[in-house]
């Protein structure tokens, strides 16, 4: 799961670099995982994972969301937390 961390943070970083991210929510399949993120705001790219151990991500996100006044937050919502 590091890993997969690590490659999600590199290509995002390499995005924020010259081009803009769609807002909005998605998901991804990488090795076999089914992952869901969500994209707002504007500005540098800010990734934020919820916390894994347990708690639904809604709550922790919506605290966030002064932030995406001055930065383009991906939420990533790590996997038996709220969403399939």
Do not use: Q
Request: net charge positive.
């Amino acid at each position: 799961m590091k890993r997969t961390l690590l490659l999600i943070v590199l290509f995002i970083l390499m995005l924020s670099h010259g081009l803009a991210l769609d807002s909005g929510e998605f998901t991804a399949e990488i090795n076999g995982l089914r992952l869901w993120y969500k994209i707002s705001g504007s500005g540098p790219v800010c990734l934020m994972p919820n916390p894994a151990w347990g708690p639904s991500s809604e709550p922790y996100f919506m605290t966030l969301k002064e932030l995406e006044k001055t930065m383009t937050m991906v939420c990533l919502e790590c996997r038996g937390t709220g969403r399939p």
